[in-house]
């Protein structure tokens, strides 16, 4: 068939969740194709509540390749979003739509151009680790759409090369990222430990500290330390190899004690080393260290931890609780320290899961108003509150890797034309 000839649109939508590194990722031996200096393990938070949908659409009409993200139109020149488009186009197979009548043989992956419209239901570039959702859903968007036979650990390693986070994001529930030896970059990929249902119990609570874009960027925060950090040198050669078997331990059979003690600690030492890093990078503000000391607290007063936190390049603090009823004691807590602004709706101020509003008895401002100090803080010490210093939070779980969204409504690239709707 004569491509050229034609004037339809084939197009593919599909929705990716972000991940959350309980074992960071922290510095490359490569740049370009971005690989890792240790092995990273993440949890998969929930898509319903944080994920990035992307439409991909191919077209003769199409003059150039184009991307819009939330809307606005961005460029495709940079060279990670090239590397993932040139390897996923390498992997074309023939596509035949015979509801349409669209046949696009593997050779005409070449010379057809894709437009590409991308909506995160978060902020981004805000430390939610939008890169890893975004360039994930762009690799498994495209390698729909071209019909790319190759198994999910193996897009992993294309989503890679868009960002490292992204490949963690190919894969529902608990992943890791294995870093690999070989120079090309072929065994540096992601494999699934367990499924999102094998330890459904967790609960994860975000603290949204702030939503503005951040300082230094993951990837020359962690360049910077690559060069100037011993303390790295140190943590990827002694340190993240016994905490990853001991963290695969952990989740195998959900071990929570020692999965929150190898997380807080592994957290911890991540942001040791940006310090460590000269100059040094500060991620963590003031409402990050309160947060620390409120779980630590806690968890020292209750014998076991109830539970982990964990904050990626930036203030935002991400806790994961045993169970929904450490959850609901958490979410009293965190809404004691850290009320809304007097003018806020609750509603507005607790998103994702907001049944845990209800099993904490929280219906509205005054009951937040109401919330009795945490029994761990010793009598006679006032407790300072800090209304404001978080803008909000999300509730939310482990949840499932990519999906194809079939439903032609949720396509972000109008049908007709390829351009954004
Ligand atoms: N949906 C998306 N599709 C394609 N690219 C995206 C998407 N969302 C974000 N990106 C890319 O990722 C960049 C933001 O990455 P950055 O690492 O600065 O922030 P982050 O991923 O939100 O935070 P962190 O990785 O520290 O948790 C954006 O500027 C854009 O280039
Ligand atoms: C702190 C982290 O979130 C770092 C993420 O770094 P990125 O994946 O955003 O960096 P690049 O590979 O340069 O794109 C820890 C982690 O996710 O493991």
């Given at each position: 068939m004569a491509v050229e000839a034609e004037k339809w649109v084939h197009m593919v939508t599909a929705q990716t969740p972000t991940n959350i590194a309980v074992i960071k990722y922290w510095g490359k031996r490569d740049e370009t194709l971005i690989l890792p200096v240790n092995d990273s393990i993440s949890v998969t938070l929930d898509p319903d509540h944080l994920c990035t949908t992307t439409t991909v659409a191919v077209s003769p009409s199409f003059d150039r390749d184009r991307m819009w993200l939330n809307g606005k139109e961005i460029s495709l020149s940079g060279g990670r979003f090239q590397s993932c488009l040139r390897e996923v186009r390498s992997r074309a197979s023939d596509v035949e739509d015979e509801e349409n009548g669209i046949k696009i043989a593997k050779k005409d992956w070449e010379k057809l151009h894709l437009h590409i419209a991308s909506y995160n239901n978060f902020p981004t570039a805000?430390?939610?680790?939008s890169s890893a959702a975004g360039l994930a859903c762009l690799v498994f968007s495209l390698a729909k759409l071209m019909n790319v036979k190759e198994d999910q650990s193996k897009l992993s390693a294309i989503a890679r090369q868009g960002s490292g986070s992204a490949c963690r994001s190919l894969y529902g529930g608990f992943v890791k990222w294995i870093m690999g030896k070989d120079e090309d970059g072929r065994d540096s990929l992601a494999v699934q430990?367990?499924?999102?249902?094998?330890?459904?119990d967790l609960v994860i609570i975000i603290a949204v500290v702030s939503s503005r874009q951040k300082e230094t960027s993951s990837t020359s925060g962690m360049r910077e330390t690559v060069e100037t950090s011993l303390l790295l040198k140190h943590r990827a050669k002694e340190i993240v190899p016994k905490r990853i078997l001991k963290m695969e331990e952990a989740i195998k059979n959900r071990d929570f004690t020692s999965f929150a003690q190898l997380t807080c600690a592994d957290s911890n030492q991540f942001h040791a080393v940006c310090l460590d890093t000269t100059p040094p990078i500060f991620y963590m503000n003031d409402t990050s260290h309160r947060i620390i000391s409120i779980v630590e607290k806690w968890n020292r007063s209750e014998g076991t931890p109830q539970v982990a936190y964990t904050f990626d390049a930036g203030p935002n603090a991400v806790m994961i609780a045993h169970d929904r009823k450490a959850a609901t004691l958490l979410l009293q807590r965190l809404l004691f320290y850290f009320p809304p602004n007097?003018?806020?709706?609750l509603n507005n101020y607790?998103?994702?899961?907001?049944s845990i509003l209800q099993d904490a008895g929280l219906e509205g401002i005054k009951d937040v108003e109401g919330l009795p100090p945490p029994?761990?803080?010793?009598?006679g010490i006032p407790s300072q509150k800090y209304k404001g210093d978080v803008s909000y939070f999300i509730c939310t779980r482990p949840g499932r890797g990519p999906v194809v969204l079939s439903n032609k409504k949720q396509a972000l690239l109008n049908p007709e034309n390829g351009l954004p709707k």
């Open positions: 805000a430390g939610l680790a430990l367990a499924d999102e249902k094998h330890w459904d007097s003018d806020t709706d607790i998103l994702g899961d907001k029994p761990e803080i010793k009598d």
